[in-house]
């Protein structure tokens, strides 16, 4: 599975932002996907996942209730979308391909798209 980010920007603080991910490989679906981010200094930490199905989702506690992740199997995409958004979210967002929601630690990842960039302002 190829994975290609896209979407990233420069926003203000209280705004939204959405990043896209395209996959190519036919068992694209078979997959729990997921957006991790890594800003300057930081390890990258995990943000949202959903399995294959597109029922069951999780998401990391610092963006709970502000972003939403989805997917369409059909196109073969993820998709992530960001409101009031906040100047700790800035950072490098990356898709991934994962085994399943229960350990969601950059190890268990197993593919990883090149990262788009988000930036917001204060």
């Known amino acids: 599975v190829q994975l290609q980010a896209s979407g990233g920007g420069l926003v203000q603080a209280g705004g939204s932002l959405s990043v896209s991910c395209a996959a190519s490989?036919?068992?694209?679906?078979?997959?729990?996907m997921g957006w991790f981010r890594q800003a300057p200094g930081k390890e990258r930490e995990f943000v949202a996942g959903i399995r294959w199905s597109g029922i069951g989702t999780l998401y990391g506690d610092s963006v709970k209730g502000r972003f939403t992740i989805s997917r369409d199997n059909a196109k073969n995409t993820v998709d992530l979308r960001m409101n009031s958004l906040k100047p700790e979210d800035t950072a490098v967002y990356y898709c991934a391909a994962l085994g399943d929601l229960v350990d969601v630690t950059p190890s268990r990842v197993y593919y990883w798209g090149k990262g788009t960039q988000v930036t917001v302002s204060s």
């Open positions: 490989g036919r068992t694209f679906s078979r997959y729990t």
